[in-house]
């Protein structure tokens, strides 16, 4: 019924309406109060104020506290071994082959392929794309995900700083430090990709700027560890996977095999860390609350990256966004995404202890429990991770 009344509004009234809906649909979502006082004030930033969208700079207000050990304990031998492979893992941006020249609408080389998409659902609207047109659309589609690979790598960056200065385990300290040059690097190279290849940046989605105002200004540490080290780098290791799988652009594959073998250490890490924590420190009501938080995280994570920024640019006062938000949910590039997103996001849950069998149910009903037998990230190597992607590709 909305969508058929958004149907008949001019395309700026349109949006208004669907901006409301969306922190509408958010609060619905969110029924548990101490969800919404965690994620509430986050989505009126991000969805209402669009915050992520009025210029330079965004400040956020941290207020963790920094954790000192005097006594430099060896405290946990798996990070150490972790923050030991991190140091032999290091690589250099540089040395990546910059020299490939990428053009985006050359057909042999695709940075994405047609199949990315459902163009027959576009024509069944009266859009009709010639050859050239659709190029340039995936080309458009293509720099929107690089963009936001870009700006969640800047969150994960802060966050994994943060996290550093928080975490009470000092053979954490050493590893998160590592991560902290290995997210410097993942921006390095995708703002060079962009800016020297693609040509373009795409603000940041307002839903993505929702997810990092929560954890950058959350004071526990473990809801930052829980948000960027499982949840936000669940969903970079489904989106890096699903184009590393896709792309048929060399210097693209090359870049993404690099930050995925990193980012396998990165949910790694969490899970470790997590795990120990949550099993270990935590009441059981504060379980819950991370078990609650995750799931609507998740859910977010699921609905609600829409591209409408390419929207704006194509087919606003064209297409009625309802109709944009079914095409980029089927588009069947999108289902790998979802899929090779939560293979590797629910077993990790499970292994931190945040899938009982309460919120079991809840995740059955939106489709999820099929993963629930997955291996964990520490049952997983980035060659593995690789490996894995090269046999489904
Ligand atoms: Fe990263
Ligand atoms: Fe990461």
Redesign the pocket.
């Known amino acids: 019924m909305l969508d058929r009344i958004a149907d008949v509004l001019p395309s700026r009234v349109q949006r208004q309406v669907d901006q409301f809906r969306e922190v509408f649909e958010l609060a619905a979502e969110l029924r548990d109060p101490r969800i919404l006082r965690s994620l509430g004030p986050s989505g009126a930033r991000g969805l209402l104020l669009q915050r992520g969208k009025q210029g330079v700079p965004t400040h956020f207000h941290s207020r963790h506290r920094a954790y000192f050990d005097w006594s430099y304990p060896a405290d946990q031998p798996e990070m150490q071994d972790l923050y030991r492979r991190a140091k032999q893992g290091q690589w250099n941006g540089e040395h990546l082959p910059w020299h490939i020249d990428v053009d985006p609408l050359n057909p042999e080389v695709p940075l994405l392929p047609e199949s990315f998409v459902d163009f027959a659902y576009l024509e069944e609207q009266g859009i009709r794309l010639d050859a050239r047109e659709r190029r340039q659309l995936l080309h458009s589609l293509a720099t929107w995900m690089l963009s936001q690979f870009l700006h969640g790598?800047q969150g994960?960056l802060m966050a994994s700083a943060q996290v550093t200065e928080a975490v009470q385990f000092f053979d954490g300290k050493y590893y998160g430090a590592t991560q902290v040059v290995?997210?410097a690097r993942?921006v390095e190279v995708f703002h060079r990709y962009l800016d020297t290849k693609c040509d373009k940046l795409y603000q940041i989605n307002d839903n993505l700027f929702v997810i990092i105002d929560a954890l950058m200004e959350d004071s526990r540490w473990d809801m930052k560890f829980l948000g960027m080290q499982i949840m936000v780098e669940g969903l970079?290791l489904g989106a890096f996977g699903t184009l590393y799988k896709m792309t048929g652009e060399p210097l693209l594959e090359a870049l993404l095999r690099n930050?995925i073998q990193?980012?396998a250490r990165?949910v790694h890490y969490g899970v470790i860390a997590l795990r120990e924590h949550i099993t270990k420190e935590l009441s059981e009501s504060e379980r819950r609350e991370r078990e609650a938080w995750a799931f609507h995280v998740s859910m977010l994570m699921r609905n609600r990256f829409m591209a409408y920024e390419v929207y704006d640019e194509w087919f606003d006062g064209i297409l009625p966004r309802h109709k944009w938000r079914t095409f980029v949910q089927r588009a069947p590039g999108m289902e790998i995404f979802r899929r090779t997103m939560f293979s590797r996001l629910v077993p990790n849950l499970r292994e931190i202890g945040l899938m009982s069998e309460e919120i079991q149910k809840s995740y059955a009903r939106i489709g999820l429990m099929q993963y629930f037998g997955g291996r964990a990230a520490p049952e997983l190597s980035g060659e593995e991770l690789i490996a894995d992607l090269d046999r489904a590709a």
Do not use: R
Request: charged content about 50%.
């Open positions: 790598e994960a290995d997210e993942h970079a930050v990193d980012e990165h």
